[in-house]
Structure formats: C-alpha cells, structure tokens
T-cell receptor
Framework: DGGITQSPKYLFRKEGQNVTLSCEQNLNHDAMYWYRQDPGQGLRLIYYSQIVNDFQKGDIAEGYSVSREKKESFPLTVTSAQKNPTAFYLC?????????FGPGTRLTVL | AQTVTQSQPEMSVQEAETVTLSCTYDTSESNYYLFWYKQPPSRQMILVIRQEAYKQQNATENRFSVNFQKAAKSFSLKISDSQLGDTAMYFCAFVEGGSEKLVFGKGTKLTVNP
C-alpha cells in the first residue's frame, strides 16, 4: 500500500537532547513537508523539500534541522535550541497539487 | 502574506442535520487551490474536498459540498446528513498556483451529537 509512515508515534525527550523524527513515503513524490501542530494554532510549516539534496525553511524553522538524502525519506531533527518542542508533528508529501499526510509523532519534553 | 481565517472555533450539530463551516482567505493571485481537511481524534489528516479557483462550479463529494465565492474570497464547507463519524477538527487550507506552501486556518472543532 502506498502511503506515508512516521515513527515513532510517541517520543519523549529530556531537555537539552536532540531527537530525530522519521518520515518515509513510497508515493514517489518529489516534495515533502514537516508541520508542527499546537492546540488552537492549526498547522505551521517547519521545513519543506522539493527535491533530493535541497530543502527550504518554512515559517518556524528555528531550532529544527532536516536532511533529504533520499527521495523517500525526510527526517526532522528537533535540536536543543528549540525552546518549546512539545507538540504534534506531521509529515506530508505532495502529489500534483494535494498533500498527503502521515499519522504524526507526538513529542513531549520531560 | 496569505492568510486563512476560520471564524468558528467550535460547532456542534445533531446527527442527520446539516452544518456549514466558514472559511475566508486572502490572496492577490488568481490561480490557486483550496482544500478542506478533516482531522478525527486519531489525528490522521484526511482530504475532504478540493476546489480549483478557475472552476466556477462548486465541488461536491458525497455529503460534502463547498460554496466557493471567489469575489468574496469565501470557501465554506457544507456537511449534509451529519454522521457521528464526522466529529473532527476541520481545517481550511489554501495554496497559490506554483507555490509549495500550503497555508492552513486554525481549524473548527465539529461535534456531531446523537
């Protein structure tokens, strides 16, 4: 089945630690995205990538980093510089003009 | 900057009734796409319906239809014969043609009551 997978579903982090969220797609889409979702805020764009080895900052990129070494994969690292990382993170890929979403990762900082 | 406004943070409706969710957007472009996404308690984002700005005909998908008023920059979602499974957050989203950035509203929480 084609789709987007994210792992883990739940992630706990101690303050000061970097963590990496996984996103994999087998839809053969070029473009991939990371969003952050907070209560009452909708979805906010962190980073996006239109092609392998290239990516652009979104609206709230500070404290995050990404890589795009393979078409299928777009991991997100939440660094210790991110002051308020507790949130729900969604990965998406884009077909013609529609974005398809993964199931999300809930990150909690302890 | 493009913005999407959903003016109803929460709504409720009785099962089998009809409900309309509001969305307005701001753009100076003429070529763009509009979407309604549903996020049930599982938090999986699901596309409900889409509208291309160049099409005058309102999109419909089974019980879901939109009222697209291009001049007013309005894109409301009507859900007919509401079902308990329609309980979810609903997000209106917008992307300009050629852009990679989808802009979301803050969402409307819809509860369908038995």
């Amino acid at each position: 089945d084609g789709g987007i997978t994210q792992s883990p579903k739940y992630l706990f982090r101690k303050e000061g630690q970097n963590v990496t969220l996984s996103c994999e797609q087998n839809l053969n889409h070029d473009a991939m995205y990371w969003y952050r979702q907070d209560p009452g805020q909708g979805l906010r764009l962190i980073y996006y990538s239109q092609i392998v080895n290239d990516f652009q900052k979104g609206d709230i990129a500070e404290g995050y980093s990404v890589s795009r070494e393979k078409k299928e994969s777009f991991p997100l690292t939440v660094t210790s510089a991110q002051k308020n990382p507790t949130a729900f993170y969604l990965c998406a890929s884009k077909g013609f003009d529609e974005q398809f979403f993964g199931p999300g990762t809930r990150l909690t900082v302890l | 900057a493009q913005t999407v406004t959903q003016s109803q943070p929460e709504m409720s409706v009785q099962e089998a009734e009809t409900v309309t969710l509001s969305c307005t957007y701001d753009t100076s472009e003429s070529n763009y796409y509009l979407f309604w996404y549903k996020q049930p308690p599982s938090r999986q984002m699901i596309l409900v319906i889409r509208q291309e700005a160049y099409k005058q005909q309102n999109a419909t998908e089974n019980r879901f239809s939109v009222n697209f008023q291009k001049a007013a920059k309005s894109f409301s979602l009507k859900i007919s014969d509401s079902q308990l499974g329609d309980t979810a957050m609903y997000f209106c989203a917008f992307v300009e043609g050629g852009s990679e950035k989808l802009v979301f509203g803050k969402g409307t929480k819809l509860t369908v009551n038995p």
